[in-house]
């Protein structure tokens, strides 16, 4: 009896699991448009599980992670910022709406959830693009975020340098369940 109880235990468990969806590329960038400078950075190293039963989407990015043109500007952004020693990571949890795992091809999306930033969690809505293709599941998205929403000062000194609004862009290619 207890043989067939760890047997359907495994066997609900591998079900379900196949439901998950990891992310097997990311890449996340943002874009400040200043009046003295332009500032953009890009991260490779951010991880992503995506449900296709229940549309649960969560991702987690590693705030150091983000690569600058210049290294400078990088340490401004980890020091001055982000505070990345105190706020490592900006996290996303949330459901998408509008897909269907039935069909393939490209089909408009929505993701709606919690976004933390800088240890500041707000609700957002967020439209997107969802590709369903050869077994691959991706995700693109296009969105802007407003620096101050998240507890992000910017010192007077430097408010032409930096944006108060950035662009952010993920782009999400999830392995086959």
């Known amino acids: ?7 359907l235990f495994v066997l609900s468990w591998s079900w379900c699991a196949a439901q ?3 992310a097997e590329k990311t890449f996340v960038s943002f874009f400040s448009k200043a009046s ?11 991880i992503s ?14 705030i150091k992670e983000f690569e600058f043109d210049k290294a400078l500007m990088k340490e401004h952004f980890n020091e001055k910022y982000l505070e990345s020693e105190k706020f490592p990571k900006a996290t996303f949890a949330g459901k998408v709406s509008g897909f269907s795992k039935e069909t393939s091809g490209e ?14 969690s707000r609700e ?10 050869g077994g691959r599941l991706t995700v693109r998205a296009v969105f802007k975020i407003k620096l101050a929403d998240y507890e992000v000062k910017i010192p007077q000194l430097l408010w032409k340098n930096i944006a108060e609004e950035v662009e952010v862009k993920i782009d999400f ?5």
């Open 20 to 22: 998950k969806m990891t």
């Open 49 to 62: 599980i995506f449900n296709s039963e229940t549309m649960d989407i969560v991702f987690s990015i590693p």
């Open 1 to 7: 009896m207890k043989i067939i109880a760890i047997f």
């Open 173 to 177: 290619v999830y392995k086959a369940p």
């Open 124 to 133: 957002i809505e967020v439209p997107g693009v969802i590709t369903m293709e």
């Open 36 to 46: 003295i400078e332009d500032i953009k950075a890009e991260n490779t190293k951010s």
């Open 107 to 120: 089909q408009a999306a929505t993701a709606k959830g919690k976004m933390t930033i800088h240890g500041v």
